[in-house]
């Protein structure tokens, strides 16, 4: 009779809301906080878009420009710490354990508390558009003086940033310990798939600097409530001070949200291509190099705060070298692309519209690197169609190829290609005509984050506007998708696609509620 | 390789130069009107050309393993999988198209950090939500706002053609002289720019900055507060005037007796 309540008790758990409040498996945490990301990817989204229509054309006509620059600083803070983090941590938490033949991650109580964590930090942060004085409007790098006049929303968006900042500390810990202790036997470093060698990095890179940014905003909390002067110069401190410390935390983050993505993009190449990955160990490498080198260019995003010429040069040379690995990964994959046998399913459809407007968005982030032609650029709409390039068809993209990739996995079912295929040309074609215009309005000299400009900016605006209605519309499909997939299709096998390599392949579509509960075999 | 890059900037200068009047002024960096916004102006086109060329040659090769590498051509895959001297290569080719990008942009910048022998000086302080200008050498100082009715921003009445970048007092200078812009804030950050004069300095309460300009042709030049300061960030524009040197004394002399002058000035 024992026995039987043995071999059962593995599979058992609450149902309903309590299975997803005290769930420690890692398979429904990475659930939760894809889900999570789905949810603030449409409130930024939304964000983006009263950002956009406002923007239509000039003149004020729907907010006010302190909503305006709410929405600015909202947008920013939800689309980052929750959308494309929590994103990746759900696919880590999905995969990780998988890919290495582990059973589950190595803290699950921890890793329910990290996502939970989250929900009641955004609670917080959204609370605050109903605030006296409004949701912050400083930006969301929070530069004092500025952000010092922050109405009664202040200590609600320090103390957001300082949950958030706990969960992704806590996520990176249970990351690392997990991919360094779990790993089957067999599954050496160097065997280990991209996805988690870059989030091995990626986590280091969080664990690092998530704390420089708590030290920094609790300094701004001090300042406004406590009477210091860290940052105002009436009292011996200084202003660029915050920026050297948020750009130390904010530049490793920049890495922090495009590392994992190369991972997944490392996984979807080879995969369609029928092709091993080309170069794995200096993919290793490079990936190493550019966390290492995202420690000493921060002051690029501050060349115009009047450095001295040594630091200006200083970083420019830092920052250009960083083009050095990055390139070596888009040839890496461009090389495993050649003489493969490539299939086009939608994963690989984002994979490759990940290389290529990634790499757009690096060839800008070099021309940025060139100091005296960034006193042009910096502050402009050059800059966000920059970072926009990064991180929507980048990081974005690279999310959406990981789900397409793995949900038949996930669900069991396959979705439907045509859906898939419809939503990433849709998003292909909106996304750049939101985001390129935003190059030739930067240099005309639109400055960023202004509510009204003048007239000679018109017309790439109206563009880019358009393009941001029609790229919110296509992840409908998206949505609708995913909810369809969910709930049935045509059964998919084990190995879900003809390429598929690595351990999560040799598993049942979807996997049991436990796997890898006896560790597997690592060739 | 210094004079490879001269030669380069100095075809990209003029190539564009040509290409501007057909309509490419409106997508691309302004020439501006000194001899260091060409410079950046060359810089700026010699690393998009950069890109472009390494952007044709690595699409060029992805697109066509697209087109001739698919499964539905009956192909088989490859199964190589490292190349130590390929690794090699791409690592040290881009490396090296580096330096040769550094080399000028460092001459530039450096150029830039040049304010020995300023002529005039004039300190800037930004405000929540308007500059102020004083003129070191003379008594004269003003402030400097939007002008544009709120009419037009509210969309009441037709938007003129420089509709929000426009001011009441604009800031006049004179060509052919060094002039060094001493900058500072009373509240928050701002920054200065004019792009035609490739200048954009941050606006920083405590500190000050410094920049410098020789401006060679007349004329009106239009610029922004560049750093997010506010509600009314986007509506401090800057307007400032180059004239002859005899304008410019007469003006200021003007400016000075403050039954003529025409300006808000501020008593210092």
Known sequence: ?523 | MRYFNKFLIFVMVNFFAISAHAGWLDLNMTQGVTDISQEVFGLHMLILWICVVIGVIVFGAMFWSILMHRKSKGVKPATFHESTSLEFLWTIVPFVILIGMAVPATKTLIKMYDHSDSEIHIKITGYQWLWQYEYLNSDVAFYSKLSTPYNEIYNKEKKNINYLQEVDNELIVPINKKIRFLLTSNDVLHAWWVPDLALKKDAIPGFINEMSVVINEPGIYRGRCAELCGRHHGFMPIVIKAVEEKEYNEWLANASDKKTSGIAKINK
């Open chain 1, 1 to 523: 009779m024992s026995s039987v309540v043995k071999d059962t008790h593995h599979e058992e758990h609450p149902s309903g809301i309590m299975r997803w409040i005290t769930t420690t498996n890692h398979k429904d945490i990475g659930t939760l906080y894809l889900w999570f990301a789905m949810i603030m990817f449409f409130i930024g989204g939304l964000m983006a878009l009263v950002i956009r229509s406002e923007l239509f054309q000039p003149g004020l006509q729907f907010v006010d420009p302190q909503f305006f620059n709410s929405m600015t600083t909202m947008h920013a803070l939800v689309m980052i710490f929750g959308v494309v983090m929590p994103a990746f941590t759900g696919l880590a938490n999905w995969m990780i354990p998988i890919m290495i033949g582990g059973p589950d991650m190595a803290l699950p109580r921890m890793n329910n508390w990290s996502f939970w964590i989250m929900p009641f930090a955004f609670s917080m942060l959204l609370s605050t558009l109903w605030m006296d004085g409004g949701a912050p409007a400083g930006g969301w790098t929070l530069y004092p003086p500025l952000s010092l006049q922050t109405g009664d929303a202040f200590p609600f968006l320090i103390f957001a940033i300082h949950f958030m900042g706990l969960s992704s500390i806590m996520g990176a810990i249970n990351i690392v310990a997990t991919i360094l202790n779990m790993r089957a036997p067999g599954m050496t470093l160097m065997k280990m798939p991209l996805f988690v060698w870059t989030w091995l990095i990626t986590a280091f890179l969080l664990i690092a600097v998530m704390p420089v940014l708590a030290g920094g905003v609790t300094m701004l909390l001090t300042d406004k409530f406590f009477g210091t002067s860290f940052f105002n110069a009436a009292g011996g401190g200084d202003p660029v001070m915050f920026q050297h410390i948020f750009w130390f935390f904010g530049h490793p983050e920049v890495y922090i949200l495009i590392l994992p993505s190369f991972g997944v993009v490392s996984a979807i190449i080879p995969t369609f291509a029928r092709k091993p990955l080309f170069g794995y160990s200096s993919m290793v490498y490079a990936t190493a190099s550019i966390a290492f080198l995202s420690f000493i260019v921060w002051a690029h995003h501050m060349f115009t705060v009047g450095m001295p010429l040594a630091g200006e040069v200083f970083f420019m040379f830092a920052t250009m070298l960083i083009a050095v690995p990055t390139g070596v990964k888009v040839f890496n994959w461009v090389t495993t692309m050649w003489k493969g046998a490539m299939t086009f399913e939608t994963p690989m459809l984002f994979a490759i519209g990940f290389i290529i407007m990634f790499t757009i968005g690096g060839f800008s982030g070099l021309m940025l690197a060139i100091t005296p032609a960034d006193f042009q650029y910096h502050d402009t709409y050059f800059v966000v169609a920059h970072f926009h390039y990064v991180l929507v068809p980048g990081s974005i993209f690279a999310i959406m190829a990981a789900c397409y990739f793995w949900l038949p996995k996930w669900t069991g079912n396959m979705y439907s290609e045509t859906l898939g295929k419809a939503h990433f040309w849709l998003s292909t074609f909106f996304v750049n005509l939101t985001f390129f215009p935003m190059h030739f309005v930067g240099l005309a000299g639109m400055p960023r984050r202004i509510p009204d400009y003048s007239l000679q900016f018109a017309d790439y605006n109206m563009i880019a506007s358009i393009g941001a209605f029609g790229f919110g519309f296509a992840q409908l499909i998206f949505l609708y998708l995913i909810i369809k997939t969910i709930k049935g299709g045509v059964k998919a096998t084990d190995k879900v696609w003809e390429g598929a390599e690595g351990l999560e392949w040799t598993l049942s579509s979807p996997p049991p509620y436990h796997s890898f509960n006896t560790p597997p075999v690592i060739k």
